[in-house]
Every structure is written in structure tokens, then in C-alpha cells.
């Protein structure tokens, strides 16, 4: 069977990655203004500076949208399905993508509280979201 793919981690994701592997979920927060982001990158989504600091986030959040997937991307997910896809607005005040795990897909409703726990893949621990 086809393994799950398993993150890349490059100069602007290692830090994050790193985290996950302690089982940390951490964002960036921009020192000129105040944005909280995420994914991680090299400037401000918002300000386009440069004053990012890596910060410790709170592992809490709510369902903003998802999605119950059906059919597979690959033969990696067979064993999955069916399986939640969720955009999560996490209690720090920005948006992720993972799947809702450990319960009923047909349990997942918008505005559901969920916390973060982490799948590993291969090495690698990826934030994944439960309910809370």
C-alpha cells in the first residue's frame, strides 16, 4: 500500500514541523503589526514585514467549514474512509486545514468546538483536529 504523504519541511516550516514532533502546535505572529498567521512563510500576510516570532498556540478551536470525502486522493487514504476535511478557527484568531478524527463525520457540525491532537506519519507529527 501507498504510505500518506509526509511534509516537506523547508527554512520557513522547519521550526513548525519541529513543534508538531514535540506535539506543540505553534503560529507566527508579526511584530509590526500584530497579525497572527497561518501557514508559515518568510513576511507578514498582512503588513509584508519581516518581524515574524514564532508563538506557542493555544491547541483549541472551532469548525469553520468541512467536508465529508468520499473517494479517496490516493490508495493511501482507502482505509480512511469517509473522513472529515475541516477549515478550524483556532482560539488564537487564525485558520488551518486538517481532518476531524476520532469521531462520526456525521457528528461534525459548523461552530463545533474541537482540540488538536497529532497524527503520526512516518516521523512525522501532523496537527489533526477532535472533538473538544
Same mark, same amino acid.
Not at 501557514?39 to 509584508?48: D, L, V
Not at 482507502?78 to 485558520?95: N, Q, S, T, W
Given at each position: 500500500m501507498t504510505a500518506k504523504p509526509v511534509p516537506r519541511p523547508n527554512a520557513?516550516?522547519? &521550526?513548525?514541523?519541529?513543534?508538531?514532533?514535540?506535539?506543540?502546535?505553534?503560529?507566527?505572529?508579526?511584530?509590526?503589526?500584530?497579525?497572527?498567521?497561518?501557514?508559515?512563510?518568510?513576511?507578514?500576510?498582512?503588513?509584508?514585514?519581516?518581524?515574524?516570532?514564532?508563538?506557542?498556540?493555544? &491547541?483549541?478551536?472551532?469548525?469553520?467549514?468541512?467536508?465529508?470525502?468520499?473517494?479517496?486522493?490516493?490508495?493511501?487514504?482507502?482505509?480512511?474512509? &469517509?473522513?472529515?476535511?475541516?477549515?478550524?478557527?483556532?482560539?488564537?484568531?487564525?485558520?488551518?486545514?486538517?481532518?476531524?478524527?476520532?469521531?462520526?463525520?456525521?457528528?461534525?457540525?459548523?461552530?463545533?468546538?474541537?482540540?488538536?491532537?497529532?497524527?503520526?506519519?512516518?516521523?512525522?507529527?501532523?496537527?489533526?483536529?477532535?472533538?473538544?
Amino acid at each position: 500500500m501507498t504510505a500518506k504523504p509526509v511534509p516537506r519541511p523547508n527554512a520557513d516550516t522547519a &521550526p513548525y514541523w519541529e513543534a508538531c514532533n514535540e506535539e506543540r502546535l505553534l503560529y507566527q505572529k508579526c511584530g509590526a503589526c500584530g497579525h497572527n498567521q497561518f501557514y508559515p512563510r518568510s513576511i507578514c500576510a498582512k503588513c509584508g514585514g519581516g518581524e515574524l516570532a514564532w508563538t506557542e498556540a493555544a &491547541p483549541t478551536g472551532a469548525v469553520h467549514s468541512f467536508t465529508v470525502v468520499e473517494r479517496a486522493p490516493s490508495e493511501a487514504f482507502k482505509p480512511d474512509i &469517509p473522513y472529515v476535511l475541516a477549515l478550524v478557527d483556532m482560539a488564537d484568531g487564525y485558520r488551518m486545514m486538517m481532518n476531524v478524527v476520532d469521531c462520526d463525520p456525521a457528528a461534525v457540525e459548523i461552530g463545533m468546538a474541537v482540540r488538536i491532537v497529532f497524527e503520526n506519519r512516518h516521523g512525522q507529527k501532523l496537527p489533526q483536529a477532535t472533538p473538544a
